[in-house]
């Protein structure tokens, strides 16, 4: 039992989830429309994702590559540039959560031995690079894929709607990282061993497969089976490298959407409000239960879809719960050696508010709001 409090003293964000699913029941009693309400998409793509970044990790393909980076970029702030540069780039075009499981792991390692205050800072910038850079596309994120594949938005509605915010949110993200300096990178020593053919070609099969999925061409669940079933015969050792308390956080959280859309006074209120501001209120309750469970839960309230569409994707800034995104570079950022998670909260917190009144002011000259 001692063990089992510690576990969830230490893991406040799940604690915090599985509080507020559990508090859900009140308002409404578990049925069918809880379990309805469980994305099982997301969670078997979040799964197959973490699964195939872990098996590179693990046969060290990351190592081999940050020597390549390191031989390249010889400064603190050029790799920080580049590596959020990458995320901004990367999450339009295979979602913000899978620019954040790829790249976060390789700014760990490749700023082994910078100082920690400086890849808190990486971090959390390339945190903000993928959360605004997904905005652009319909396979940018979650919610953005939703509202596409309801044919509730065209394809070309993303950037039209998005780029003016995305320009300066890019802009503003290469102004933040000039505040770490540029000091010489240690090189990352690459591994002189070469990497196993079998595993290599593994991995890269799943890699394309995962594409493909994300493409809507292969379902979810078959690439999450082959994950399980080709990784448990031949790397089995990659499996207990999944982050699962992230899975269980998301479920937790889909669990009390699925209640809080089901308890009739919030529904009407919800109707209400969005009928008034569907941008504000969409950032908003993005803040509490996090934007790709906002999108879902207010889409039925509302006929401007391009007001919502854009309050859930700046409403991915805020909370740390703002986008489920946010919550996977926590995680990966405190398992690293030497993290200091309350000075990743204070920078976290600090420069998404700044982010945040940008896209704001953004949003009034474009007459969003």
């Known amino acids: 039992m001692k063990r089992i409090l510690n576990y969830f003293k230490r893991e406040v964000v799940l604690t915090v989830a599985l509080l507020a699913a559990l508090a859900s029941f009140l308002l409404v009693p578990p049925g069918e429309h809880t379990l309805a309400g469980i994305d099982t998409t997301t969670l078997l793509m979040l799964f197959s994702l973490m699964a195939i970044v872990a098996g590179f990790r693990h046969m060290g393909a990351f190592d081999k590559l940050a020597g390549a980076v390191t031989s390249r970029i010889h400064a603190l702030r050029g790799l920080a540039m580049a590596l959020t540069a990458g995320c901004f780039l990367l999450a339009m ?26 890849l808190t800072l990486a971090v959390v910038l390339e945190t ?19 509202l596409y ?7 070309l509605d993303f950037p039209v709607l998005t780029w003016p915010y995305a320009a300066l949110a890019f802009a503003l993200l290469m102004g933040c990282c000039l505040l770490i300096p540029k000091v010489e990178v240690q090189p990352v020593a690459a591994s002189g061993k070469e990497l196993p053919a079998r595993k290599f070609g593994l991995y890269g099969a799943l ?4 594409l493909l999925t994300l493409a809507k061409v292969v379902p979810a669940w078959l690439l999450a089976a082959a994950v399980l079933v080709l990784v448990l015969l031949l790397d089995r050792e990659v499996l207990r490298q999944v982050d699962y308390t992230l899975l269980m956080t998301f479920v937790c959280f889909f669990v009390f959407v699925a209640s ?6 919030i529904r009407i209120w919800l109707e209400a409000q969005m009928a008034n501001a569907p941008m504000l209120v969409s950032l908003l309750v993005s803040q509490v239960i996090s934007n790709v469970p906002a999108c879902l839960l207010l889409s039925p309230f509302t006929q401007d879809v391009p007001a919502l569409m854009l309050g859930v994707n700046i409403g991915g800034l805020g909370t740390l719960v703002a986008s489920l995104a946010s919550l ?42």
């Open 93 to 118: 075009v295979a979602t913000n959560d899978v620019a954040l499981i790829t790249l976060v792991p390789f700014t760990i390692l490749l700023m082994a031995g910078a100082e920690m205050k400086h």
């Open 128 to 146: 903000i690079a993928a959360n605004l850079g997904s905005m652009v596309t319909p396979i940018g994120n979650p919610q953005n894929l939703y």
């Open 149 to 155: 594949s309801s044919g509730q938005l065209d394809a």
């Open 207 to 210: 890699t394309l497969l995962a």
């Open 260 to 265: 809080v859309k089901e308890y009739a006074p």
């Open 328 to 369: 996977i570079s926590f995680r990966l950022y405190g398992a690293a050696e030497g993290a200091r998670r309350r000075r990743f909260m204070m920078v976290f917190t600090g420069l998404n508010a700044v982010f945040l009144a940008a896209m704001l002011g953004m949003a009034w000259v474009m007459g969003a709001v």
